[in-house]
């Protein structure tokens, strides 16, 4: 019996492309969770490295995919603060994009939407 996995559909049609899936299930995620958060944008144009395998990476990925945050602090340094309302501001401002894409600042500060507070720390 396996565990249950995520793959993009990108690298879930590779998969089955190549044979390397026996028998399996699919619940489509992005539909699921597009009823529930109706601006989410899972088409972004950045990955985050190693985004799969690390719980906090995958956090970043969720909010900045379903866009489910009133705003967030990114602080690149002790004392470089910006910030960010819309996940499109990341992609629009290729710095940000990169710090966060590589996880090098120090911390986000994620303010939710209903205005409860979670940390992301970086590798800085």
């Known amino acids: 019996m396996g565990l249950p996995q995520f793959y993009s559909?990108?690298?879930?049609?590779?998969?089955?492309?190549?044979?390397?899936?026996?028998p399996h299930i699919i619940f489509p995620l992005s539909q699921l969770i597009k009823k529930e958060f109706p601006k989410a944008n899972f088409k972004l144009p950045m990955e985050i490295t190693e985004w799969k395998t690390e719980e906090q990476k995958i956090l970043m990925m969720f909010l900045l995919s379903t866009s489910s945050y009133e705003y967030m602090k990114v602080y690149l340094s002790e004392t470089d603060i910006r910030l960010v309302e819309s996940s499109e501001a990341i992609i629009k401002n290729e710095e940000l994009k990169?710090?966060?894409?590589?996880?090098?600042?120090?911390?986000?500060?994620?303010?939710?939407?209903?205005?409860a507070l979670t940390i992301i720390e970086g590798s800085l």
């Open 9 to 22: 559909e990108d690298d879930y049609s590779r998969m089955v492309k190549k044979g390397h899936l026996g």
């Open 98 to 115: 990169q710090s966060i894409c590589t996880w090098k600042f120090h911390k986000i500060e994620v303010i939710l939407e209903d205005e």
